[in-house]
């Protein structure tokens, strides 16, 4: 079965760097899109950057300029690298996965496959 696996959250000051991961295993197609998405507390979960099989990648405004989204296809790993950090970017972080005309920063629904959550915290 496919399997997501965040790693690399914690706490940080604002200003701080955290470089999140996630393991992917058991995907069946070539294509794909996969997201990084945050959950909030009192908030909704809203994407935060997304990069499909071709390389395209797309940021949610708040995320443009500070973070970077790629991936390793031969470790089966995507990366969110997160530099200028706010308190604003606390949240719980989690990896999505789903074919890539499905690519979406808006609607999480599109997205079959979901890691556990990887906990950021970002202190002032």
């Known amino acids: 079965q496919v399997q997501l696996a965040e790693s690399g959250g914690g706490s940080v000051q604002t200003g701080g760097s955290l470089r999140l991961s996630c393991a992917v295993s058991?995907?069946?197609?070539?294509?794909?899109?996969m997201g990084w998405f945050r959950h909030a507390p009192g908030g909704e979960r809203e994407g935060v950057a997304t990069?499909?099989?071709?390389?395209?990648?797309r940021y949610a405004d708040s995320a443009k300029g500070r973070f970077t989204v790629s991936r390793d296809n031969a470790k089966n790993t995507l990366y969110l690298e997160m530099n200028s950090l706010k308190p604003e970017d606390t949240g719980m972080y989690y990896c999505?996965?789903?074919?890539?005309?499905?690519?979406?920063?808006?609607?999480?629904?599109?997205?079959?496959?979901w890691g556990q959550g990887t906990q950021v915290t970002v202190s002032s």
């Open positions: 999505a996965l789903g074919r890539v005309l499905r690519c979406s920063l808006v609607n999480d629904w599109r997205y079959p496959y």
């Open positions: 058991g995907y069946p197609y070539s294509d794909y899109c």
């Open positions: 990069i499909a099989n071709d390389g395209t990648t």
